[in-house]
């Protein structure tokens, strides 16, 4: 095989593999390194004996993934303050024209489930990700694992149960999330508590990452009473700060960065059901907004 079809072979595959890192570990720069680790892999291999390369490469990704999801819950244990993953612009339009498909896509990748695959085991985590969001049948799923059919079959029951018990409900109407938000930053600005809390779900949840490295809550904010006291107190602290805002798509859904002089500052998304907001997510932690600049 020529190294220039080296290449792209590779290179073609690697939106895939960036797709299982990512839901795997929930960073761009881990998920980065790994794809990177899988090309080294790749073009070290001996490509006589890889009949299917799709296959051996999302294979290899997997395994360092897990092998990676490893050593960072060591770390995340001592993360300052609630653990968020990272931000990811999405578009999956162009290149997924089927509309089932971009549902199925864009909740895999959703901050809502990221959020609970974190409380999976890496096997658990792996087993979901390739059957739910990818369709791979479960004796290929054995073979990337080196497990018995039966055993990945298990793993994929209880991590499905577990999801789903755990997964918040929301809306994806691109249309109501973006009025919904921004109806949310002009009570918040206005200092409207009463206007708030006509958006607010009663069990509304705000979590903000911060890493300790920026300010944030460092606990989860529960209720539509603590909630928008939160933010209206967070507007007036930012009061004289000139914030520009723009709308993006996040992890599937819309999604809004505010930017201070240029400089990306927070981004925000909010999770919505039945016309309220059930969960507002704020991610300031620095390191996680370097892939949006």
């Not at 294979?59 to 092998?67: E, H, M, S």
């Not at 739910?132 to 059919?149: N, S, V």
């Not at 002089?261 to 704020?282: H, P, R």
């Amino acid at each position: 095989m020529a190294t220039d079809t080296v290449i792209d072979v590779f290179e073609e595959h690697r939106p895939v593999l960036m797709g299982v890192a990512y839901r795997m570990l929930g960073r761009v720069a881990d998920a980065e390194d790994v794809v990177q680790d899988a090309w080294l892999r790749w073009s070290r291999a001996d490509r006589a004996e890889v009949r299917e390369p799709r296959a051996y490469l999302v294979r290899i990704t997997t395994r360092l993934a897990v092998d990676r999801l490893r050593q960072e819950q060591a770390r995340r244990e001592s993360y300052v303050g609630p653990w968020l993953p990272e931000p990811l612009v999405t578009d999956f339009g162009p290149t997924v024209p089927d509309t089932a498909e971009q549902a199925v896509l864009a909740d895999s990748v959703s901050l809502a489930v990221l959020v609970v695959l974190e409380s999976l085991s890496p096997l658990e985590r792996a087993v979901f990700v390739l059957r739910e969001a990818f369709g791979l049948p479960f004796a290929e799923i054995a073979t990337i694992l080196e497990r018995g059919d039966s055993a990945v079959r298990q793993l994929a029951a209880r991590a499905r149960k577990h999801v789903e018990e755990r997964r918040p409900r929301f809306d994806v109407d691109p249309a109501q999330q973006r009025d919904l938000t921004e109806r949310f930053l002009a009570a918040a600005s206005e200092g409207d508590l009463d206007g708030l809390m006509a958006l607010l779900a009663p069990d509304v949840r705000l979590v903000g990452d911060s890493g300790g490295k920026a300010k944030a809550p460092l606990r989860v904010v529960e209720s539509a009473d603590k909630v928008g006291r939160f933010m209206i107190g967070a507007a007036r602290l930012g009061a004289d700060t000139a914030f520009e805002f723009r709308f993006v798509e996040l992890n599937g859904g819309l999604g809004l960065l505010a930017l201070v002089d240029g400089k990306l500052d927070a981004a925000f998304q909010l999770g919505v059901y039945e016309g309220k907001i059930q969960g507002v997510y704020i991610v300031r932690n620095p390191d996680k907004l370097q892939s949006l600049l």
